[in-house]
């Protein structure tokens, strides 16, 4: 416990904590600290969150929010390997040439922001996530997304378009998916996709849920060997009618998993390339376009100034709204490495002597955690079923690059998309695909209303399972927060206040790769890693809930997990739901604390 004694630099009550990198100021060797308010000392309790991702900053805030409203006194300290904030959610900012507005007008830089991570979520199914937004006033910088999906064949012939969600027209008549094998295609997909989110997701009242060994490739064999009865009931709920006795069926189905759902699958952050789209649990994909695709009306939502803004910006409230007995402060830009004892813990990142918590919230990935963690005097068997479980969890590595290499996208420039994902290793049936998704709208030049949707120069951002994909002089240069120019940065204030540092930024996981692509330092790129989301790891899933709920109800150690990787795919709202839970389990153990 941590006493600390008041000293307002902001109002009355309000202390603001500038963000700062390197080592935070030494609140005193004890971790025993009184916090005052309006005259009076009590203990403060300090929680250090390892992870300054979406988990990492919305378990923050949560924590801020009951304490503030509960009256306990709390000291919070995400720590964050790199200096920004963001995790997956990562924002390039890139210049793209010099633009001449007519003779004798000043040259200027052509400069578009883009992301290389998270793009977007579905506010129909994020409640949690616009209830946050809403609450720190961000719900406004959401703005409405148009999505399409393109298939295409090896050699950038385009194949299929499905633009169900473009507001107005298609992209290409002649590949248009509603029009395809006379309209009968884009009916029954409709019904296989909700019948398979039916068996994941069964409706209130319904069968229990398909065992995690029930694959994507079962569910498509079932309903190929008799259509009628896997998928007639969910037709007529949808009203759709499909004549079952059409000999065709069958075959249709087939199309729809070797062309649709196989390479959509594919390209997945969280397939398993081992076993191929059909080998993964039915659960994993079907889960994921519930969440991030579903609800009654979908909708989907881009992030006006790039997802790590809001980040930012949740980052920048939480410190507006520290008092002098609830603060959360911040620690960037060092690796952190933790020591867990029964009723203590020892923080130590790589800059600054180490710092004794009360209780630590692990909001990073499985591999990371494992790699940071260490146990003294703590049950032999209760460390190794953590590192066990930990060890479960398997990761894909894909790199996120903004570049202007249009080898990449397919011939027909109409279904040119920003956003392109080219698929891992596809299996030996399925073609390798790309998908494509408007998510340009964005990315034109905000100063420059005239030069809006254009798109000269065009610039695309792909998710590859190499680099080497891409030619390296097509890749864009990142400009810093300190290169922006003054006019864009009136324009877009995230990037005045952006807390980037003076060098250029680490990038995802670049740091893992040494100096393999040094020649690419600066460039618009980043490795991402997320965890394969097969049987094993939603099998650590859940043993790392049982892992916290049995620490909630007789404290072992003062450590808790979070972090995407701990529920389903890992999606801003599943964080969010994730961190909820970390923020009741460590109130439960608070409580008990105290009361020991
Ligand atoms: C390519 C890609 C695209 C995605 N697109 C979307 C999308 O559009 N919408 C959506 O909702 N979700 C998307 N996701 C899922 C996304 O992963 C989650 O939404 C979310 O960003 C995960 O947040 P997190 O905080 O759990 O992990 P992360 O964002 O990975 O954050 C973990 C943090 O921990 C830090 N860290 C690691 N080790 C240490 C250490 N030892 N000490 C201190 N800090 C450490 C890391 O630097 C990192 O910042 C995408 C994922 C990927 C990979």
């Not at 946050?132 to 378009?161: C, R, V, W």
Request: some cysteine; hydrophobic content about 40%; overall charge negative.
């Amino acid at each position: 416990m941590r006493a600390i004694s008041g000293h307002s630099q902001g109002s009355e009550d309000t202390e603001v904590i500038p963000m700062r990198m390197g080592r935070p100021p030494r609140l005193g060797a004890s971790t025993h600290h009184q916090a005052k308010s309006s005259g009076a000392i009590c203990m403060s309790f300090h929680i250090a969150i390892i992870g300054g991702g979406v988990s990492g900053l919305s378990a923050a805030y949560y924590l801020q929010q009951q304490a503030l409203s509960s009256g306990q006194a709390l000291d919070i300290t995400v720590y964050e390997r790199k200096p920004q904030f963001g995790g997956n959610a990562d924002t390039v900012v890139v210049k793209l040439g010099t633009l001449q507005n007519g003779q004798g007008q000043p040259e200027r830089a052509f400069i578009r922001w883009a992301d290389l991570g998270v793009n977007d979520v579905n506010l129909a199914t994020y409640v949690k996530l616009a209830a946050l937004m809403k609450d720190i006033g961000y719900l406004q910088h959401m703005k409405p997304l148009q999505d399409t999906t393109s298939y295409f064949t090896a050699d950038g012939n385009e194949y299929l378009t499905d633009d169900a969600a473009l507001y107005n027209g298609v992209s290409d008549a002649r590949f248009n998916l509603a029009q395809t094998d006379g309209g009968e295609l884009s009916k029954l997909i409709a019904v296989v996709h909700q019948h398979a989110i039916d068996l994941v997701a069964p409706p209130a009242g319904g069968p229990p849920p398909v065992p995690v060994s029930y694959t994507v490739a079962h569910y498509f064999d079932s309903c190929i060997a008799n259509p009628e009865g896997m998928l007639a009931a969910t037709a007529r709920r949808l009203q759709i009618q499909i004549n079952w006795g059409d000999p065709a069926i069958p075959a249709r189905i087939a199309r729809i998993r070797d062309e649709i759902y196989y390479p959509r699958i594919s390209a997945m952050y969280f397939t398993d390339n081992e076993t191929g789209p059909g080998g993964m649990p039915l659960q994993s994909p079907f889960q994921y376009y519930r969440v991030q695709e579903g609800g009654v009306t979908p909708d989907r939502r881009y992030f006006e100034y790039g997802s790590q803004h809001w980040l930012q910006a949740l980052a920048r409230w939480m410190e507006q709204h520290s008092t002098d007995k609830v603060k959360v402060r911040h620690h960037m830009g060092a690796p952190v490495k933790v020591t867990i004892s029964p009723a203590s813990a020892v923080v130590t990142p790589s800059d600054a002597p180490p710092e004794h918590v009360d209780l630590v919230l692990m909001a990073l990935h499985a591999d990371d955690a494992l790699h940071a963690l260490e146990f003294k005097g703590i049950p032999t068997d209760t460390a190794h079923a953590i590192q066990a479980t930990l060890h479960q969890v398997r990761y894909t590595r894909s790199y996120g690059v903004c570049h202007t290499d249009d080898r990449l996208l397919p011939r027909n420039r109409n279904v040119w998309r920003t956003y392109n994902v080219l698929v891992h290793s596809p299996a030996q049936q399925v073609q390798p695909y790309r998908m494509s998704y408007v998510e340009n709208f964005h990315q034109n030049d905000p100063l420059t209303p005239s030069l809006d949707h254009i798109g000269l120069p065009m610039f695309f951002t792909s998710l590859l399972p190499d680099l080497k994909q891409v030619q390296a002089n097509a890749v864009l240069t990142r400009l810093n927060g300190d290169e922006v120019p003054q006019n864009l940065r009136d324009a877009l204030p995230h990037l005045a206040q952006s807390h980037a540092p003076a060098h250029h930024p680490q990038t995802g996981y670049s740091h893992e790769l040494g100096a393999t692509h040094a020649h690419l330092a600066g460039k618009a790129w980043a490795l991402f890693k997320h965890n394969v989301l097969n049987v094993n790891c939603i099998d650590a899933q859940s043993r790392m809930q049982a892992i916290n709920e049995d620490n909630a109800q007789r404290p072992l150690m003062p450590l808790f997990f979070g972090g995407g990787w701990t529920n389903g795919a890992g999606l801003h709202e599943q964080c969010l739901a994730q961190s909820q839970l970390l923020t009741q389990w460590a109130q439960r153990y608070i409580n008990r604390h105290q009361a020991a």
